[in-house]
Nanobody, 129 residues
Framework: QVQVVESGGGLVQPGGSLRLSCTSS????????MAWYRQAPGKECELVAG????????KYADSVKGRFTISRDNAKNTVYLQMNSLKPEDTAVYHC??????????????????????WGQGTQVTVSS
């Protein structure tokens, strides 16, 4: 059974930092590219960052470039998202997803929302003073 579990969200002031973690099981983690998406109320499911199966390549949404860093530890079946210089517009539920590299490189969002096979339930990130 595939399980994808995110953690590390919370309330942080503008300019602050958070580190999200996503631990997966039930599939061969080191053969899958992984991605972080986010969805705010009333908005689409936005691709934030993606990383190739062995971590050699990454991709970021323009809105987070220079502030967020995605990484992975295949020995721990875990992918991370380090978020610095957080802004109120970063407020959303952040989801981890085992994705295809083609989707990560060409897509900016996922139609239908952040849900489906190989998706976690998400972790809430709130940036507010």
């Amino acid at each position: 059974q595939v399980q994808v579990v995110e953690s590390g969200g919370g309330l942080v002031q503008p300019g602050g930092s958070l580190r999200l973690s996503c631990t997966s099981s039930g599939f061969t983690f080191n053969t899958h590219p992984m991605a972080w998406y986010r969805q705010a109320p009333g908005k689409e499911c936005e691709l934030v960052a993606g990383i190739s199966s062995l971590g050699a390549s990454t991709k970021y949404a323009d809105s987070v470039k220079g502030r967020f860093t995605i990484s992975r530890d295949n020995a721990k079946n875990t992918v991370y998202l380090q978020m610095n210089s957080l802004k109120p517009e970063d407020t959303a539920v952040y989801h981890c997803h085992a994705d295809s590299w083609l989707t990560i490189t060409v897509a900016t969002s996922k139609p239908g929302g952040c849900t489906g096979d190989y998706w976690g339930q998400g972790t809430q990130v709130t940036v507010s003073s």
